[in-house]
């Protein structure tokens, strides 16, 4: 991907671009915002995101996340000398719509070198029909039992088709997985995918994926968590391959909490 590669969508979410005229790189790079948190200043230069809401012709608000960075860098072999994070993960939304994997929306995406540093920005739609799971799991003792077996395997099967096209997420918390609860079902998205990469180790990466959502949700019982499980490895009911998951994944939560 070259440094003056852009995409604007198509469609809908196009013609509201093009309308506010945000269909170009200048004109978002310029925009006047209210950061949604503090900046990502970890890499050497720094990385905002922003909340905007885009009306159109009928007045209907629509909601968006405008993401910017001024060398904020990542470097892989391909990459010695770095790349804007922001390519990375726009790069994996489209893998990911690519494989039918659900998850965020990528709206515009545009990077530009000026005065020898690399700004990239990013638009994603807004999943404000959803919540992350982390919040959900807040009131979890109080969701209906229904419910709370709909959103396990809405979540199985989502880490479940990510695993199965050959990927892992590399950082499974909680607050990445996002959930909407449609009538009877539940349908769910995961977002944050700059650290998406081939599993290279086989099931080794899928444990420590595994392991990863694990230990960071408290709230589910061993009941619950072997639920999701079998829905994960589409069984019915435990056997050996089962228990052989079950002690890898156990093994790697200690071990990460030892270490």
């Avoid at 809908?12 to 790079?29: I, Q, S, T, V």
């Avoid at 990502?40 to 996340?65: A, C, I, P």
């Avoid at 950082?171 to 349908?187: P, S, T, W």
């Avoid at 650290?195 to 990863?212: E, F, M, P, Q, V």
């Amino acid at each position: 991907m070259n440094m003056n590669e852009d995409f604007f969508a198509a469609g809908e979410n196009g013609k509201l671009l093009a309308r506010h005229g945000l269909n170009n790189f200048e004109a978002l790079w310029d925009l006047k915002l209210d950061a949604v948190d503090a900046p990502n200043t970890t890499r050497g230069g720094w990385s905002t995101v922003y909340r905007m809401d885009l009306e159109d012709e009928s007045g209907k608000q629509h909601g968006f996340y405008l993401k910017r960075q001024d060398n904020h860098l990542t470097r892989s072999l391909w990459h010695p000398f770095g790349e804007p994070t922001f390519a990375r993960e726009y790069r994996a939304i489209r893998i990911y719509a690519r494989d039918k994997i659900p998850a965020l929306e990528a709206v515009a995406f545009a990077q530009r070198r000026h005065a020898g540093h690399q700004r990239a920005l990013l638009v994603t739609k807004a999943l404000d029909h959803y919540a992350p799971l982390d919040q959900w799991l807040e009131g979890w003792k109080k969701l209906p039992r229904t419910e709370r077996k709909r959103l396990i395997r809405a979540i199985a099967t989502l880490v479940s088709r990510l695993h199965r096209s050959g990927k892992v997420h590399h950082c499974l918390y909680a607050k990445h997985i996002f959930i909407r609860m449609d009538a009877d079902v539940a349908k769910a998205r995961l977002i944050d995918l700059e650290k998406t990469r081939r599993s290279w180790l086989g099931k080794h990466d899928l444990i420590s994926d595994l392991a990863t959502l694990n230990r960071r949700t408290t709230q589910p019982t061993r009941t619950q968590r072997l639920s999701f499980l079998l829905a994960y490895l589409d069984k019915r009911k435990v056997d050996d391959e089962v228990r052989v998951w079950v002690r890898r994944i156990g093994k790697r939560i200690q071990r990460k909490s030892v270490a």
